[in-house]
C-alpha cells in the first residue's frame, strides 16, 4: 500500500467539470476529487450513472473498495467519507463510514500528527458537555497571523487538511476546529447546530487563550465567522469564504420567485400543515431537496420541515451585522449554484460600521466559479492571504500616521 510522504510541498488539482446533470451530484462529485482526495479518472467512471442518494451511496463506496484494493489509500478515505454524504441520518452505514473513513485518514497521513513535534498538534476544547476538535498548526518563525477556521453545513475538518497545511506552509498560525452540527461532533457527539456561532468561538479563544485572530468561516461559514465576530472583539478580521446574507433566504431562493412569495406568505401565516405538505410534495419529486431537508431536520434538530425552516431563518448575519467593526473579506463565485452571489449586496448595505469591506468574485476562467471555489481552492487561499497581509499593511501605515 501507499504512504503519505509528508516532505512533499503542498500541491492542489483545480478544475471545473460535468460530471452529472443534477448541479448538487456534480458539484459533490467535484468536491470528492478537489477537496477528499479522489481522482478525475475514477469519478467519471460513475459520475453520468448517478441519480438517486441510493446511487451515490452504492457508487462512491465500490470507489472505495476498489481504490483500497488496489492500495490507493488516500482516494479510498475520500470515497468512504464522502459516500455517507447523501445518506440518510438513521442508516447505519452513515455512522459506519464515517468512522471507517477518518479512522483510515488518521493512520495514512499519521507522520502529520505524530512524533515529539508533530506538525499538527490534536487538542480538545471543552463545550457544553462534549468537546471540539481543534488542529493547531504553528509555521516555522514568525506567523504572519494567526487564523481560526471552520466550516459550514455539512463540513468535515478532514477534507481541509491540506488547505491548512498551506497556510501552514505560507507561514501563518492555524488553529481548525469542529463545531455544533458538523463532522463528528454531530455524527459521534450529538451536538446539533447552533446560530449562535459566538458561543463554540468563544469556547475555542478561551480554551487556547487566543487574542487577534483572522475567523475564516466555509460556506455556511460565511454566517458563522461574521456572526461569532458581531459578539467578539478578540477576532480582528473576517474572511466570509461564500456570499452568506440568510440560510432560509438561500435555501428558498433557489425554488423561483412564485414559489419564495408563497412560502413566505405561509412562514408569516404560521402555515404549518400546509408547508409541511408542501415541503413532502417537493422531497417525492426531487431527490436533493429531499435530502437537503432530511439531512437539515437533523443536524438542526427539528421535528418537521416547517420547524426545521423556523430555525434557518435564525440563520441570518443582517439583524447582528451592525456590530462588526472588524475588516471583511467576503468571497463570491459567479456560477455558485447554491448561493446567488448578488446577494452580497445585502451583507454589505447591513454591515454599516466595519472598519473596512471587500468583495472578491471568482469566475469560470478561473476554475474557481463553483460554490467556495472547490474547482481552485489555492487560487481561494492565497487571496485570502494576501487580503490579510495587505489589510495588516494598511491598518499598521494608520496607526503610525501614514510614515
Not at 459521534?188 to 459566538?198: N, Y
Not at 460565511?222 to 459578539?231: D, E, S, V
Not at 473579506?329 to 451583507?347: M, N, P, R, T
Request: net charge neutral; hydrophobic share 40%.
Amino acid at each position: 500500500m501507499d504512504k503519505y510522504d509528508i516532505r512533499q510541498p503542498i500541491r492542489f488539482t483545480s478544475g471545473m467539470y460535468h460530471l452529472n446533470e443534477e448541479p448538487n451530484f456534480n458539484y459533490q462529485l467535484c468536491r470528492v476529487i478537489h477537496w477528499n482526495g479522489g481522482t478525475l479518472e475514477d469519478v467519471q467512471k460513475v459520475g453520468k450513472r448517478i441519480r438517486s442518494s441510493a446511487d451515490w451511496k452504492r457508487a462512491l463506496i465500490a470507489l472505495g473498495d476498489r481504490a483500497y484494493k488496489e492500495g490507493r489509500i488516500s482516494p479510498a478515505i475520500g470515497y468512504y467519507r464522502m459516500s455517507e454524504f447523501f445518506m440518510e441520518d438513521g442508516d447505519p452505514d452513515k455512522l459506519r463510514y464515517y468512522k471507517r473513513a477518518t479512522a483510515m485518514f488518521y493512520a495514512y497521513y499519521r507522520d502529520y500528527f505524530t512524533g515529539d513535534t508533530p506538525i499538527i498538534e490534536r487538542l480538545a476544547v471543552p463545550y457544553e458537555g462534549i468537546v471540539l476538535p481543534v488542529w493547531h498548526l504553528a509555521p516555522e518563525g514568525t506567523p504572519k497571523d494567526t487564523i481560526v477556521l471552520h466550516g459550514g453545513n455539512d463540513s468535515y475538518m478532514e477534507e481541509f487538511l491540506f488547505s491548512v497545511l498551506y497556510l501552514r506552509e505560507c507561514g501563518f498560525e492555524v488553529y481548525l476546529f469542529e463545531g455544533p452540527g458538523q463532522g463528528g461532533v454531530v455524527r459521534t457527539q450529538g451536538k446539533h447546530f447552533t446560530h449562535e456561532w459566538e458561543r463554540p468561538v468563544k469556547a475555542v479563544l478561551d480554551h487556547l487563550h487566543l487574542q487577534d485572530v483572522t475567523i475564516i468561516g466555509i460556506s455556511l461559514g460565511g454566517y458563522l465567522a461574521p456572526r461569532a465576530a458581531a459578539f467578539d472583539a478578540r477576532i480582528k478580521k473576517v474572511v466570509c469564504w461564500s456570499v452568506f446574507p440568510s440560510f432560509l433566504g438561500s435555501v428558498i431562493g433557489t425554488q423561483g420567485k412564485v414559489l419564495e412569495t408563497a412560502f413566505y406568505a405561509m412562514m408569516k401565516l404560521h402555515a404549518k400543515p400546509l408547508l409541511n405538505l408542501v415541503f413532502g410534495i417537493k422531497c417525492k419529486k426531487d431527490p436533493m431537496v429531499n435530502w437537503a431537508i432530511r439531512h437539515g431536520m437533523y443536524a438542526y434538530e427539528a421535528d418537521s420541515p416547517y420547524d426545521w425552516a423556523k430555525k434557518l431563518a435564525r440563520y441570518d448575519i443582517r439583524p447582528v451585522a451592525h456590530r462588526l467593526t472588524q475588516d471583511v473579506l467576503i468571497l463570491g463565485a459567479s456560477a455558485d449554484h447554491f448561493i446567488d452571489y448578488h446577494k452580497v449586496s445585502q451583507e454589505i448595505d447591513a454591515m454599516t460600521n466595519v472598519r473596512s469591506l471587500t468583495f472578491w468574485l471568482f469566475t469560470e476562467q478561473e476554475s474557481a466559479a463553483d460554490h467556495c471555489q472547490v474547482g481552485n481552492a489555492k487560487l481561494a487561499l492565497d487571496t485570502i492571504m494576501h487580503w490579510i497581509t495587505e489589510t495588516d499593511r494598511k491598518n499598521a501605515e494608520l496607526t503610525s500616521g501614514g510614515r
